[in-house]
Each structure stands twice: as C-alpha cells, then as structure tokens.
C-alpha cells in the first residue's frame, strides 16, 4: 500500500539548513505530484513546495529561494533542501502524494524547529 516516510527534521539555529526527506513506497513517486506541506502551532497546514510528475516546481512566495524540492527515482524519495530557516519557518513539515485521480496521501510528519 501506499506509505510515506518523512525524516530529516531536528532543531537548528536561524540561517541553518536542513535536508528533509520523503521516502515513498507503494507506487512510483516520479509518477505522482509530491507536494511538502507545513503546520505550526495554532495554524492551518500550508503548501511549502510541490513537483508534478512531470518536474514542474512550485513554491510558496516565503520560501522562494530558500527552500528547494527535488525527487531521486532510484530511491524513490523526495527531498526539501532547506536554507536561511528563519523562527518562522518552525512547524511540522508532511510530504503528501496526489495521485492520477486527485487522491491524496499524507505522511505522519517531521518537526522542524527553527531557534537560536
């Protein structure tokens, strides 16, 4: 069945990097759309990036040039390169996987912690 794995979150200081990955089983995530959503505290889970099946990329306005969403097909993950992080972007990231039909799937999260 279809599942979704999210690692990589942890806590880092402002202008620190973080490397999430979303390692997809169950279908081919190259065949998909592969989107990172986010949660904060209090807040309704946003877009932070997507990739359609076929590579077009798409970005929230306040992670353009920070943030970069990218897919390995040997591995069949996804990853969201994160640089600058600033306080705000504190949440719980999710990869979630539409599907042909417009079905979707959410993987359990991973927290990011953004402090100094």
């Known amino acids: 069945q279809v599942q979704l794995v999210e690692s990589g979150g942890g806590s880092v200081h402002p202008g620190g990097s973080l490397r999430l990955s979303c390692a997809a089983s169950?279908?081919?995530?190259?065949?998909?759309?592969m989107s990172w959503y986010r949660q904060a505290p209090g807040k309704e889970r946003d877009l932070v990036a997507s990739?359609?099946?076929?590579?077009?990329?798409n970005y929230a306005d306040d992670v353009k040039g920070r943030f970069t969403i990218s897919g390995d097909d040997v591995k069949n993950t996804v990853y969201l390169q994160m640089n600058s992080l600033k306080p705000e972007d504190t949440a719980v990231y999710y990869c979630?996987?539409?599907?042909?039909?417009?079905?979707?799937?959410w993987g359990k999260g991973t927290l990011v912690t953004v402090s100094s």
């Open positions: 990739i359609s099946a076929g590579g077009l990329k």
């Open positions: 169950g279908f081919t995530a190259s065949m998909s759309t």
């Open positions: 979630r996987r539409t599907n042909y039909y417009g079905a979707n799937s």
